[in-house]
């Protein structure tokens, strides 16, 4: 065993620096370090706790990262509250009535244990400080604080207690201010005589174990026996070289044989090392000399018994020799101290200390796990945030310029339209009669029949037109609205992530574009008013409406024929908006249809010399000459004609001719109307167009800007993702660096308390 290095140390009772204390200041300094890392590692615990909690933070730190730091923090705990009751530990062995309490009395100035003649220690006793102002005892099994005032009455509790045996262990608490060797956490543990009973291994087991120091007091008047040699051989056995000193006790009876003095110590002093060398080996041949003292315990009790009370140390009855056996007593304490100092500290702290640097660097491990693992993610972070943002950007820019080109393209395809759709509308009115001639229908001339004829007449129009109409323009039409979608469909899906292009496709309509053209003739030919009575061709309304025209002739009919409104419905013109379908054209206002003589009279005139400037004069005069050739023979083969000719037409003037004359109508009728709703049409069809697109232009831009939100939402979520990563590596770093302040304390405290020192 290496040898003890030396303290400035004289007498730990008069105050002086005491070799003890070098074991109060580790106990404190390794406390305070594991009160430091108990909240260290307390506090990366709860810094795990909140990662694992966080979804966003839950792949940096593991559940088996966590749980090993709770048990870390478990098991400092537990050291930490092993550490609070650590103290240096010295037991006392010895044949019964060698003095082992006598020794411990003389090291605490105070008769504190019983000793003497009919005190015979009968338990082992353990002596450690209190701070309170009384003395107390605890037997094993009990918490109950037995009061002691004084050494006899602590002798009378060991005594009349009969569940006491020789294995049992009584705790006395003796106040500090009496005793200042127990104000350093030094318990001192007496024992009976080692040969008072054969169960030495369970006194070993239960009261050695933890032992720093061990003192075999020996009787100087005889020689070391059996039982106390055997007894430290079990304790080698199960103690890696333990601390022992050997008190040679009771040599003042030296001094009645002094010639002999010295050949007795030096038998005894041979026999104590060969003990210690050859046979238990826990010391080398040169250091074994300074762990046997001969001493006389009861001397030096009772001599700092009488200091204590105001006297001379060497008063009394005191044997020649005393201040020798007084001064080697003090080298047994200092020596003592030194060693149990050392050995206290070593025993009780290195393998706590050696864990502690484990468990730091165990956590500070994890701390850089957790701050590599958070840094990866950050850059992973910063590089998608960056991503994320340019694609933004592209997203934008690009929507910006596709609007406006779609618009373009949208508008260019709806004036197609529109131009198609105006362009078929004008063939398929010039064609009307032909539509009207495929109608074939049930025809009578009475109201009710022809009420329904006209109703089946506009409805076959209007299917006919309308069907003719999406022959010429709805394929080429509906051909360029889908290659129009294909094309924004196309120009649109880059700009939607992958997981929304494979479902873009069904913004497409599943359904074929109806373009509806919507004419409404029921409305814009409800006016419509035939004339079906027979008319003759040479008759004079036929002859007025051929030389006046159709509204002249009306007028001046209404002044020869007051009744002609009546007997015949006039056919108005038709009045349409502009604006939408044609309406009911309200009928003209009586100051239009009355006509006055002199504008018959203008009329007439106009006509007159109409007639006169053309062909007319020739064959009044032709007629003439004629008649003076002629004669009445002309006049009459030319009434019989006109006659011949009334008959004719009036006799053909049949349903079928009725039916012929009212097709005629409504074609003159319904081409004029339907004229005036070309443009209208036409707008109509080029706005559902328009729609159609714009429709699906603005599902593809919904898109688009849902895209745009979630392109924003994520950055946002990176962002903060971001400055928590940054949050967990800053932390991780400062918990890391305490980590590295934490052991450098260990090692200060290793180099400081724990290595030799040299």
Known sequence: MAAAPPFSRTDSARGEFSPLKHFVVAKKKISDVFEQLLNYVKETSEFVEDISRNKALETIATKDQKMEIQTYADKLAVIKEVLARRH??????????????????????????????????????????????????????????????????????????????????????????????????????????????????????????????FVLVANSESTLMNTEKHFFHKVNERLSKPNIFILNNRWDASANEPEYMEDVRKQHTDRCVNFLVEELKVVDREQAPNHIFFVSAKEVLNSRMQ???????????????????????????????????????????????????????????????????????????????????????????????????????????????????????????????????????????????????KSDLLAHVEQGMGKNLAFRCSNAINASVQSSQQYMIESMVPLLPSAVQSQVHMLMPNRTFDLSYDLNCAAICSDFQENIEFQFSLG????????????????????????????????????????????????????????????????????????????????????????KTVGWRLIALSASLYGLLYLYERLTWTTKAKERALKRQFVEFATEKLQLIVSFTSA??????????????????????????????????????????????????TLRHKATELEKQLEEFTNQYLQPQQ
Request: aromatic letters at 6%; proline letters at 3%.
């Open 684 to 733: 109509n069809c080029s706005h559902q167009v328009q729609q159609e697109m714009a429709t699906t232009f603005a599902q593809l831009c919904q898109q688009v800007d849902q895209t745009k939100k979630d392109l924003e939402a994520n950055i946002h979520q990176l962002t903060a993702n971001i400055d928590l990563l940054e949050t967990v590596q800053s932390r991780s770093k």
């Open 88 to 213: 240096m530990k010295v037991a006392f062995f010895g044949r019964t009535s060698n003095g082992k309490s006598t020794v411990i009395n003389a090291m605490l100035r105070d008769r504190v244990l019983p000793s003497g003649i009919g005190h015979t220690t009968n338990c082992f006793l353990s002596v450690e400080g209190t701070d309170e102002d009384k003395a107390y005892l605890k037997t094993e099994g009990s918490e109950e604080e037995k009061s002691i005032k004084t050494v006899n009455q602590l002798a009378h509790a060991l005594h009349m207690d009969e569940s006491l045996d020789a294995g049992c262990l009584v705790r006395v608490f003796w106040p500090k201010t009496k005793c200042a060797l127990l104000r350093d956490d030094l318990v001192l543990v007496d024992s009976p005589g080692t040969d008072v009973t054969t169960q030495l291994d369970s006194w070993i087991d239960k009261f050695c174990l933890d032992a720093d120091v």
């Open 540 to 627: 004079l309304k036929a002859l007025v409406h051929r030389y006046l025209g159709s509204v002249n002739a009306q007028k001046a009919l209404r002044l020869v024929e007051p009744n002609f409104q009546n007997s015949r419905a006039v056919v108005p013109v038709a009045q349409t908006p502009s604006s939408g379908p044609p309406s009911i054209a309200a009928p003209p206002s009586n100051e239009k249809a009355l006509m006055t003589q002199e504008d018959l009279m203008i009329a007439m005139a106009t006509n007159l010399a109409s007639l006169t400037s053309r062909t007319s004069m020739s064959i009044i005069i032709v007629g003439g000459v004629v008649w």
């Open 307 to 453: 200091r204590a009370q105001g006297m001379p140390e060497t008063g009394g009855a005191l044997a020649e020799g005393f201040q020798e056996r007084l001064k080697e007593f003090q080298s047994f304490e200092r020596r003592f101290e030194e060693c149990i100092s050392q050995s206290a500290v070593k025993t009780k702290f290195e393998q706590h200390t050696i864990r502690a640097k484990q468990i730091t660097e165990k956590v500070k491990t994890i701390m850089d796990t957790v701050n590599i693992e958070a840094a990866e993610k950050r850059v992973a972070a910063l590089e998608d945030r960056e991503y994320q943002i340019d694609r933004l950007e592209f997203v934008k820019n690009q929507l910006n310029l596709l609007i406006e080109e779609i618009k373009k393209k949208i508008k260019a395809i709806s004036d197609d339209v529109e131009s198609k759709v105006s362009i078929a509308m004008g063939e398929e009115i010039n064609r009307l009669h032909v539509i009207v001639d495929e109608f074939h229908s049930d025809f009578h001339p009475s109201p009710q029949v022809l009420k329904i004829y």
